[in-house]
């Protein structure tokens, strides 16, 4: 079975502009939740969708956003990047939730200069 | 809120020898879950082991095993036999299922030592 997909694992942008990141969950795995990992502030919860809606959100401004499509995939978008906004993205996919274990990809490693 | 903290931002360990992790955290509620994930330099996040707050007896697989002590908030991950395969960072999470989120400490760096 494949694990976690995220693509592509690496970006660079500039201040100002937008970045959509892509996440392929696990085959059967309905929910996908998303992280922002820096070294100043850690592991910080993005949001989490199950069956194309959003469940849950953090505290994090309006230029990030996130759907997820019938097929279970995801994609999240930082419009406008600022500086602090340069961070390892993860997604985690599960089944249905927080009873079931999360699966992580990879990452996406963003760069804004 | 809630809150995980772990206290040792880097600990190291002579192979084949057992090194235990720290964290704490704060809540109200009284159903959550526990977890430990390792972050190799790979930097995919690799579930190590998994604690339901309602059940007493302490989560072990394998080589890895916690001691979850409810009452004090604490919930520490013990490596046994290390090995230079668990040289990683460990973090601590907090999820309940109702938040549908993971609240996640600072990480300890764990070095082995051949």
């Known amino acids: 079975k494949a694990g976690v997909t995220q693509t592509p694992r690496y970006l660079i942008k500039t201040r100002g502009q937008q970045v959509t990141l892509s996440c392929s969950p696990i085959?059967?795995?309905?929910?996908v939740s998303w992280y922002q990992q820096t070294p100043g502030q850690g592991l910080q919860f993005l949001f989490e969708?199950?069956?194309?809606?959003?469940?849950n959100k953090g505290n994090f401004p309006g230029r990030f956003s996130g759907r997820q499509f019938s097929n279970s995939r995801s994609e999240m978008n930082v419009s406008t990047l600022e500086l602090g906004d340069s961070a390892l993205y993860l997604c985690?996919?599960?089944?249905?939730?927080?009873?079931?274990?999360?699966?992580f990809g990879s990452g996406t490693q963003l760069s804004v200069l | 809120a809630q809150t995980v903290t772990q206290s040792q931002p880097e600990m190291s360990v002579q192979e084949a020898e057992t090194v235990t992790l720290s964290c704490t955290y704060d809540?109200?509620?009284?159903?959550?879950?526990l977890f430990w994930y390792k972050q190799p330099p790979s930097r995919q996040m690799i579930l190590v082991i998994r604690?339901?707050?309602?059940?007493?007896q302490n989560a072990t697989e394998n080589r890895f095993s916690v001691n979850f002590q409810k009452a004090a908030k604490s919930f520490s991950l013990k490596i046994s036999d290390s090995q230079l395969g668990d040289a990683a960072m460990y973090f601590c999470?907090?999820?309940?299922?109702?938040?549908?989120?993971?609240?996640f400490g600072q990480g300890t760096r764990l070095t082995i030592n051949p």
């Open positions: 985690a996919s599960s089944f249905s939730g927080m009873d079931e274990k999360l699966f």
């Open positions: 085959s059967g795995h309905r929910s």
């Open positions: 969708y199950f069956s194309e809606t959003q469940r």
């Open positions: 809540t109200s509620e009284s159903d959550y879950y």
């Open positions: 604690q339901e707050a309602y059940k007493q």
């Open positions: 999470a907090y999820g309940t299922q109702g938040a549908q989120k993971l609240v």
